[in-house]
């Protein structure tokens, strides 16, 4: 069941991806803007216009140059950067851990919190501190993370001045590393003096973007706990003797985490999205900060890449959880 499960989904995302693909290469091909005018000085000739589109396949049809970059891609060569005359593969797959560990960052902080406030709100239900986390909750889901972002800029990085508010790294300590996974490598050669850096730099932006999270977790996990708090094996353990914390805990938790579970993995792909914002507000080098400059100079083929990038890492995303889903859940594992 969860191997036919597995191909029928791998199957999808493939078709996804393919459609993906289609969908932001033609769009980024008909908006408004030449990218080659961008690069040519002012008193280019229309010879020097002519080589160049022809050197990026700009003068074939928009279908002969999606067959022809479709084949590069599935032999690993994503192209070249107009900019910066790289290889696309090679400058996303640089930044990529940066963003990838701001987000896991975020998460953690997400889930941490959510699942504190959810916790404490189902322990004391029906009294003034439930109360208060159902609003607290609201006002996080209402305000957006980048506006998060600023708040949080003005109270930890200009009126109390505990963290850094641009950057991933001091850029003394960046020869430090081997690769571009800093926060794991920092971890696993017990540099904690690395490790700290990079957390000072990296707390900030993990925050804006784990507060509306935290508050939608929050919200959904309570809301579960509860139901399943009138449930009868439940019951049961109460009549057992245990005391409220252990029933909560022990008995209610693991079945009421399911849908949260779900959640916090559809959740955390908008996360990865949400680090375009957050990381320019913080000059924070990640995928969403290239995102923003390769946009702005209608570097096409470097959108290309990092939007495939994004879809990649959505659709795995969303695999892996619904895979640890069919296992988790007996009645889908057993089906």
Same mark, same amino acid.
């Given at each position: 069941m969860i191997l036919r499960r597995l191909l029928s989904r791998l199957a999808t995302t493939l078709v996804t991806l393919l459609g993906v693909s289609v969908i932001v290469f033609v769009t980024i091909r008909v908006v408004p803007g030449n990218p080659i005018a961008m690069m040519l000085p002012p008193g280019a000739t229309e010879a020097d216009i002519d080589r160049l589109r022809a050197l990026y396949g700009f003068d074939r049809s928009?279908?002969?140059q999606y067959f022809i970059w479709l084949w590069g891609v599935v032999?690993?060569?994503?192209?070249t950067s107009i900019q910066s005359r790289q290889p696309v593969l090679r400058l996303v797959l640089n930044r990529l851990p940066a963003t990838l560990e701001l987000s896991i960052m975020a998460l953690v902080i997400a889930v941490v919190i959510g699942g504190f406030l959810a916790l404490t709100g189902t322990r004391l239900r029906g009294t003034r501190t439930e109360g208060a986390i159902?609003?607290?909750s609201g006002m996080a889901l209402s305000v957006p993370d980048f506006l998060w972002g600023l708040v949080l800029i003005l109270l930890f990085g200009v009126l109390w001045p505990v963290f850094h508010i641009s950057g991933r790294i001091s850029p003394q300590?960046?020869?430090?590393?081997?690769t571009n996974f800093f926060l794991f490598e920092s971890v696993v050669r017990l540099r904690f003096d690395l490790w700290r850096? %990079? $957390?000072?730099?990296?707390f900030m932006p993990a925050l804006a973007l784990a507060i509306p999270l935290a508050a939608i977790i929050s919200q959904l996990l309570k809301q579960s706990l509860k139901e399943t708090m009138h449930l009868d094996y439940v019951t049961l353990s109460r009549t057992k003797g245990y005391g409220e914390n252990h029933v909560i805990i022990r008995e209610a938790l693991p079945n009421a985490v399911?849908?949260?579970?779900? %959640? $916090?993995?559809?959740q955390f792909t908008f996360l990865i999205g949400g680090t375009v914002i957050i990381e320019r507000l913080f000059s924070?080098?990640?995928?969403?900060?290239?995102?923003?400059d390769a946009v702005i100079n209608r570097d096409l083929p470097l959108i290309q890449g990092i939007v495939i990038l994004f879809a990649v890492l959505f659709t795995?995303?969303?695999?892996?959880?619904?895979?640890l889903y069919a296992v988790l859940n007996p009645r889908l594992r057993h089906a």
């Amino acid at each position: 069941m969860i191997l036919r499960r597995l191909l029928s989904r791998l199957a999808t995302t493939l078709v996804t991806l393919l459609g993906v693909s289609v969908i932001v290469f033609v769009t980024i091909r008909v908006v408004p803007g030449n990218p080659i005018a961008m690069m040519l000085p002012p008193g280019a000739t229309e010879a020097d216009i002519d080589r160049l589109r022809a050197l990026y396949g700009f003068d074939r049809s928009i279908m002969e140059q999606y067959f022809i970059w479709l084949w590069g891609v599935v032999q690993g060569d994503f192209g070249t950067s107009i900019q910066s005359r790289q290889p696309v593969l090679r400058l996303v797959l640089n930044r990529l851990p940066a963003t990838l560990e701001l987000s896991i960052m975020a998460l953690v902080i997400a889930v941490v919190i959510g699942g504190f406030l959810a916790l404490t709100g189902t322990r004391l239900r029906g009294t003034r501190t439930e109360g208060a986390i159902d609003v607290t909750s609201g006002m996080a889901l209402s305000v957006p993370d980048f506006l998060w972002g600023l708040v949080l800029i003005l109270l930890f990085g200009v009126l109390w001045p505990v963290f850094h508010i641009s950057g991933r790294i001091s850029p003394q300590l960046t020869s430090e590393f081997t690769t571009n996974f800093f926060l794991f490598e920092s971890v696993v050669r017990l540099r904690f003096d690395l490790w700290r850096d %990079l $957390v000072s730099h990296m707390f900030m932006p993990a925050l804006a973007l784990a507060i509306p999270l935290a508050a939608i977790i929050s919200q959904l996990l309570k809301q579960s706990l509860k139901e399943t708090m009138h449930l009868d094996y439940v019951t049961l353990s109460r009549t057992k003797g245990y005391g409220e914390n252990h029933v909560i805990i022990r008995e209610a938790l693991p079945n009421a985490v399911l849908p949260t579970l779900t %959640l $916090v993995g559809v959740q955390f792909t908008f996360l990865i999205g949400g680090t375009v914002i957050i990381e320019r507000l913080f000059s924070y080098e990640g995928l969403g900060n290239m995102a923003i400059d390769a946009v702005i100079n209608r570097d096409l083929p470097l959108i290309q890449g990092i939007v495939i990038l994004f879809a990649v890492l959505f659709t795995v995303v969303n695999l892996f959880v619904d895979m640890l889903y069919a296992v988790l859940n007996p009645r889908l594992r057993h089906a």
